[in-house]
């Protein structure tokens, strides 16, 4: 089922940096004419969704350049280098909110935008959250933590405060378990 | 609540494609130090969750070179310079499925990846669909159309064919729609 690939001519590396990779890649289409593919390579990520027993969702709010605003996002962050998803989850939670778990369990992965990206997100449900360590933040990353119920949510949606897209899944996955549950 | 707020001393930019550009911000940070910000510019896009009155998810499968292998998404395309999102979902829907829809309404937006892009996606709802044109791709896409069960859904997800995170919303928003209906 592979008649629509597409084969590599040449690839051109554009730019290599702290984050992210750019390549043009010249590519053969199944027709047998020529294209260019623009590709950001990425390290991949990991967000957790995290609900405390006050029923509160933990998010943290932070300046995204690309967007010159705020978000208020779910915990997430970069994996490192042949990290296992699993502890960069754990790890992201604890540094960003200071929460420590008991439990931890995949919920879904998904690339961003396939179309030009290979960022690969992986969103783990974190169980028994126990709030017991301070923030370890990366020297160049300010967040402000956040404990938002059902309700706000809601609202800092409408209001585009929270508009990424694991924060929009993981509030789909909330109200889900919650239609689920009635 | 901009005390975050990350001020550019420096633009330099990369690379300007087809699709992206690509940035690299030099910031002066809310400490006042300095940090480089990796930034990828891109025109936005749209997505169309169409389901049929078979109870069918309409998708498409396609060749992703980031990845290097074939994905199956729900149809989905880059908005043009100018272009009001509803005229797009409709476009698209049209040239990669063949499917026109009665009415179609706005179900949610978010930032793909809001690290490192500022590309916003729009998801809506197509109702009322009827299969009566060809299909109209553009010179470079290859796309498969298939119509999937709630079930086949599910499977594909789990074989990872369906990875990606507007069609993984889309899935999830399907479950939703569903367990309400119960």
Redesign the interface.
Known sequence: ??T???KTIKRET??E????S?H??E?K???G?T????????PG?VAVIAITDEDKMIMV???????E???I?IPAG?LEKGEDPIECAKRELGEETGYTCEQIEHV????????????L?HIFLAKGLKKNSHLHLD??E???LLEVSYEEVQQL?KEQKI???????AV??W??IK??ER
């Open positions: 089922m592979n629509y690939e597409e554009i730019f940096g702290k984050i992210i750019l043009v890649d590519v289409l199944p027709n004419n294209s260019t593919r623009e590709i950001v390579e990425h990520a709010e932070q300046f995204r350049k690309p967007l605003h705020l978000l996002e970069k879904t992965s998904f690339y961003t935008s396939p179309g030009f990206s290979d960022e997100l020297d160049d300010f967040v402000n949606i508009y990424d897209a694991k924060s929009i899944y789909q996955y109200q889900l239609t689920m």
